[in-house]
């Protein structure tokens, strides 16, 4: 029997938990969960594959937005939620509910899929591509220095509805600037900062520091925990970042030191940062910080080529006509001519004969500037009809800065 896909109907959110908790080994308390995101979940996002009257797949989404480069910001779907019983696996089940998905998607006029994959080798064949990357930084406070002292103030903050309005304002202004953020959900600011029960999971209890600058605007944030250890009677806690965001560098410099400074603390480890943190080159001792971890993050999948090279800006002018494979769009394809100035750009799709031909996946993978567009399509291959175009791409694509999407989902 071949599985029906469609978005869930009220009454099936418990058997979708279900379905989605068993895919990935977990024993949550389903009514509670189901109780929690009835009101925040849009089941119309919620895909199911039905086996008969049984749920044995499970793919949702939410709505948000992608900063590109340049500041330009695009609807995207953010995808979570994904697995397939393994009583099912390898029937095409997978396929079909993103199937489903990408076409409603292109439907509401998102320009972008997103999500983070579990398993690496599962999302290339569906036109994403690995676009942004994630590290793990841990700092030795004992041997850390900083080359100068920070200006403005940090304060403790009460983790309450105003501290929140605060964070989730320097949050906006932050992402704004910065290719690879994209828009929170409200709920998510509650649970960052304890103030909403969680069944799935572990409620957030942790600490709340602002930053001001010296006409006492806030400025940035770091939200932490700490983890207490003692070694021969010293103390030897961890301070763990679960978030820090500054629109500044004194902001910056200010909060890595606070929570360098805290007492009683060897140790600050923050998890999901960039790995193109500045951090080591403001410690006299940059070996006092390293990095670890280093993986993908966030994947982007483009539905509308033209759209989103357009949206982005280019550090460079070029002239190029590009020619994307994609089994999703009528006849496998489509031939967009980029021209890319200073000043803006323009792509729009054409009939003329292209100067290099690659997969989605590869330009999904190169678009947010941070993976080299002659890495992307090792995998899937790139065809230059005109000699030199793959470079000239590899070139127009790359950015100053790299990406970073700081929000798991």
């Not at 990357?133 to 983790?159: H, K, N, Q, S």
């Not at 605007?217 to 925990?225: E, I, M």
């Amino acid at each position: 029997m071949t599985p029906v896909i469609r978005p869930i109907h009220g009454e099936e959110l418990r058997s979708f938990i279900d379905a989605m908790s068993t895919g990935f080994l977990d024993r949550p308390d389903v009514d509670k969960v189901a109780e929690e995101v009835r009101p925040l979940w849009d089941l119309s996002r919620a895909w199911a594959a039905f086996d008969g009257d049984r749920i044995v797949g499970t793919f949702r989404s939410w709505a948000s937005e992608i900063t590109v480069p340049g500041g330009r910001q695009l609807p995207a779907a953010a995808v979570t939620n994904v697995t397939v019983l393994p009583t099912h696996r390898r029937r095409g089940i997978l396929r079909a509910m993103t199937g489903a998905e990408h076409r409603a998607a292109r439907e509401r006029g998102e320009a972008a899929s997103l999500l983070y994959a579990a398993e690496y080798p599962i999302y290339g064949r569906f036109g994403y591509g690995p676009a942004c990357r994630i590290a793990t930084w841990t700092l030795d406070t004992r041997a850390a220095a900083f080359r100068t002292a920070p200006t403005g103030t940090v304060e403790f903050a009460a983790t309450g509805p105003e501290s929140r309005d605060i964070i989730r304002g320097v949050y906006e202004a932050w992402r704004a600037g910065h290719a690879g953020e994209i828009r929170r959900r409200e709920f998510r600011w509650e649970m960052d900062l304890g103030l909403r029960d969680v069944s799935w999971g572990t409620r957030w209890k942790g600490f709340l520091a602002l930053h001001r600058d010296d006409a006492g605007a806030v400025d940035g944030y770091v939200r932490y925990r700490a983890e207490e250890k003692w070694e021969q009677n010293q103390p030897r806690s961890t301070v763990q970042v679960d978030e820090l965001h500054s629109l500044t560098d004194d902001a910056y410099l200010a909060l890595w030191r606070f929570v360098a400074d805290v007492d009683l603390v060897a140790r600050v480890k923050a998890e999901s940062r960039t790995p193109s943190e500045r951090l080591p080159w403001l410690l006299v001792n940059a070996r006092a910080v390293q990095v670890s971890d280093v993986a993908d993050g966030m994947w982007v999948r483009l539905f509308d080529v033209p759209r989103a090279l357009a949206a982005r800006t280019y550090d460079r002018e070029a002239s190029i006509v590009v020619e994307v494979i994609d089994e999703e769009v009528p006849h496998g394809r489509v031939c967009v001519a980029l021209e890319a100035g200073l000043d803006g750009a323009t792509a729009r799709e054409t009939t003329r004969s292209p100067h290099l031909t690659i997969h989605v996946g590869a330009l999904g993978a190169a678009y947010l500037g941070g993976t080299r567009l002659r890495d992307a399509v090792t995998a899937t291959g790139a065809d230059e009809h005109r000699p030199g175009s793959l470079a000239a791409a590899d070139a127009l694509f790359r950015t100053t800065d790299e990406p970073w999407c700081s929000t798991f989902f």
